[in-house]
């Protein structure tokens, strides 16, 4: 006997609650990083043309993250059982390899830049350096709220929080040449703002990596929410235990679990499944599972350590 306890489709997924953040960080980006590449080719700073493209890289994430948004609020079919949720997750992958290629370009070119610096004008970058500073700590507070519940809100916080230290970094640069007119500065710093970015890219990719491979959610621990149904009366054993996540802030969960034949009949059953699913979304905040009751003497239940975990 099977259960599916479901919220339903219909309900927002975290990125589509936070949407109206996307769109106030989205305008905020794009500003300034039209600002920035006017600056940066009045200036000839390399490391404010880094921190624009990374702003041009943030333009687009923002912008697929917005797009995936809608898409997981389409509705469930027979064809899409958990309609378009994934699509955020997918929006996160193209955010975090955006992010590592906009990251090892800068810094080859940072390394270019070095061993051949150019002409900078200081007074315009700093200028434009506090401007971004200012905007991008806006756009950072406007994403905090939604970083811990949705990896596509994480994925454009992370770039946001990327440009912020772009902004800091090319300041510090601008200051640096101001000071001792040292204009390989503003390559170090391009190059700066290029290994702040790859590491954050590399872990949205790895977290995203976890939800496409369907890893059991890190908040989500399998031995605990075992323990947990084997408390039920009359539970046997708990076999073919697995948990994994459609898209942030939606796990879902299943399990066989094998009870004593006293407890087969229909009354039973549905109490235990009753217990279950209360068990699920109070302890572990599963609001999605799917639990297999197989009575003890059927020739298909599993005894726990026989390889059906």
Not at 19 to 35: F, P
Request: proline residues 3%; contains cysteine; negative net charge.
């Amino acid at each position: 006997m099977s259960h599916g306890h479901g919220h339903s489709h219909g309900h927002a997924t975290a990125g589509q609650r936070h949407r109206g953040r996307l769109v106030a960080a989205l305008a905020i980006t794009v500003t300034v990083m039209l600002v920035e590449v006017v600056a940066a080719w009045l200036t000839g700073s390399l490391a404010l043309l880094a921190d624009a493209g990374h702003m041009l890289s943030d333009a687009a994430g923002l912008t697929i993250a917005l797009i995936a948004t809608w898409l997981a609020a389409r509705p469930a079919t027979d064809r899409w059982t958990f309609g378009w949720q994934r699509a955020e997750i997918l929006a996160a992958l193209t955010n975090g390899v955006i992010l590592a290629v906009v990251g090892v370009s800068v810094i080859i070119e940072g390394v270019r830049r070095v061993q051949h610096p150019e002409g900078v004008e200081s007074g315009l970058m700093l200028a434009v350096g506090v401007v971004g500073l200012v905007a991008n700590l806006v756009a950072l507070r406007l994403l905090s709220p939604g970083r811990g519940e949705s990896l596509n809100v994480r994925g454009a916080y992370l770039e946001v929080l990327g440009d912020l230290l772009g902004s800091v970094a090319v300041i510090a640069a601008a200051v640096v040449i101001s000071v001792t007119g040292w204009e390989g500065a503003d390559a170090v710093a391009s190059i700066a703002i290029g290994v702040l970015i790859v590491p954050r890219a590399a872990s949205l990719l790895r977290d995203v990596a976890r939800v496409l491979l369907e890893g059991a959610p890190l908040e989500l621990e399998l031995a605990a929410v075992r323990v947990h149904l084997k408390r039920a009366p009359g539970v046997v054993a708990v076999h073919d235990l697995h948990a994994w996540t459609i898209t942030s802030g939606v796990p879902v969960l299943s399990a066989h679990v094998v009870i004593d034949d006293e407890e087969a009949s229909a009354a039973g059953m549905c109490r235990l499944l009753d217990t279950f699913a209360a068990c699920l979304e109070g302890h572990f905040d599963v609001e999605h599972s799917t639990i297999q009751l197989e009575p003890a003497s059927h020739h298909r239940a599993h005894p726990e350590g026989t390889g059906h975990r």
